[in-house]
């Protein structure tokens, strides 16, 4: 079946510098796009997401980017912060019922981000 | 804010027993979800429901069954659990607009069976 899958299972940055975490998606039908911060012991929290219309969206600190043309997804976090270590997921919206969104995801495995003092 | 709540953290449960995971939104929403999280494998779909009594299996339905009796709670059942069940689970409800799909998720179930 479809998967979205996350290049790196663990990316380890020094605090201050930028974070990228890249995501791989496969379904080319799918519209949206969004990205969860899952702390310990937590469930995920919502990010940031993307429609398939655009390439680009920003937030607080916070920039993920589309390519469409090889299924890429990325987010890109400024001036990481100790808080923003955690498990990210990336996941994309596909249903395939003939009618009605019912909103499913599909999750990517999650990259581990951790940062160092 | 939107609060979405399971009815434990952890639980310890033998094999054979019947095992129910409860959650409650308190949003409104129409579409709820089950999720199992595993180390490596992400977050995958066992059952949704987009309306009360309404349920759809998701992508590893087996060993699993749901009950929507009312919108704000969704109940997950393990008919007879198995050690292969052991796993984090975790509910989900959508604020389901044509734009933005942002699911809402409790804080997780950890289960274990022994």
């Known amino acids: 079946g479809e998967s979205v899958g996350l290049h790196l299972p663990t990316l380890s940055v020094q605090e201050g510098d930028n974070s990228i975490i890249n995501c791989a998606y496969s379904?080319?039908?799918?519209?949206?796009f969004i990205w969860y911060k899952q702390e310990s012991g937590k469930g995920p929290q919502f990010i940031i997401d993307?429609?398939?219309?655009?390439d680009k969206r920003q937030g607080q600190r916070v920039t993920v980017l589309l390519n469409k043309t090889v299924k890429h997804l990325s987010l890109q976090i400024a001036a990481t912060q100790p808080g923003d270590s955690a498990v990210y997921f990336c996941?994309?919206?596909?249903?395939?019922?003939?009618?009605?969104?019912?909103?499913?995801?599909?999750f990517g495995q999650g990259t581990t981000l951790q940062v160092k003092p | 804010d939107v609060k979405v709540t399971q009815s434990s953290r952890y639980l310890v449960k033998r094999t054979g027993e019947k095992v129910f995971l409860e959650c409650v939104q308190d949003?409104?929403?129409?579409?709820m979800f089950w999720y199992r999280q595993d180390p490596g494998l992400g977050l995958r779909l066992i059952y949704f429901?987009?309306?009360?009594?309404?349920?759809e299996k998701g992508d590893i339905p087996e060993g699993y069954s749901v009950s929507r009796e009312k919108k704000e709670r969704f109940s997950l059942i393990l008919e007879s659990a198995s050690t292969n069940q052991t796993s984090m689970y975790l509910c989900a409800s959508l604020e389901g607009q044509d734009t933005h799909y942002e699911q809402y998720f409790g804080p997780g179930t950890r289960l274990t069976v022994t």
């Open positions: 429901s987009y309306d009360v009594k309404m349920k």
């Open positions: 993307i429609r398939s219309n655009m």
């Open positions: 379904n080319s039908a799918s519209d949206y």
């Open positions: 949003m409104d929403h129409e579409n």
């Open positions: 996941a994309e919206n596909y249903d395939d019922r003939g009618s009605g969104n019912t909103g499913k995801l599909i």
